[in-house]
């Protein structure tokens, strides 16, 4: 049994910052990459950023510069540090594994936490 679980979001202005973190619990051994991905209403969920189990990063361009992900493998956690945000940024923020190596065997392709809404005013 695994779960992702998201928290950290919030109403900030804009130019403010927000720190999502995501728990990934049950008996994991390894996760093979992890990602924030954001979604609004009547769009299609989009990657924000990604990180590899050896802490390569990969960033969609309207985020690089201000959001820092990071992730602690001891832990099974994944961060989103987001600085310097713009009302843009408005969305539920999902947490991603695409590979879970658990107890009970191996979760392969996307596996999604619920959500975490993040509203930035103007």
């Known amino acids: 049994q695994v779960q992702l679980v998201e928290s950290g979001g919030g109403l900030v202005q804009a130019g403010g910052s927000l720190r999502l973190s995501c728990g990934a619990s049950?008996?994991?051994?390894?996760?093979?990459?992890m990602a924030w991905y954001r979604q609004t209403p009547g769009k299609q969920r989009e990657l924000v950023a990604a990180i590899t189990s050896d802490d390569s990063t990969d960033y969609a361009d309207s985020v690089k510069g201000r959001f820092t992900i990071s992730r602690d493998n001891a832990k099974n956690m994944v961060y989103l540090q987001m600085n310097s945000l713009k009302p843009e940024d408005t969305a539920v923020y999902y947490c991603?594994?695409?590979?879970?190596?658990?107890?009970?065997?191996?979760?392969?392709?996307?596996?999604w936490g619920q959500g975490t809404q993040v509203t930035v005013s103007s």
């Open positions: 049950g008996s994991i051994f390894s996760i093979n990459a």
């Open positions: 991603n594994a695409d590979r879970i190596y658990y107890s009970g065997g191996v979760l392969y392709g996307d596996y």
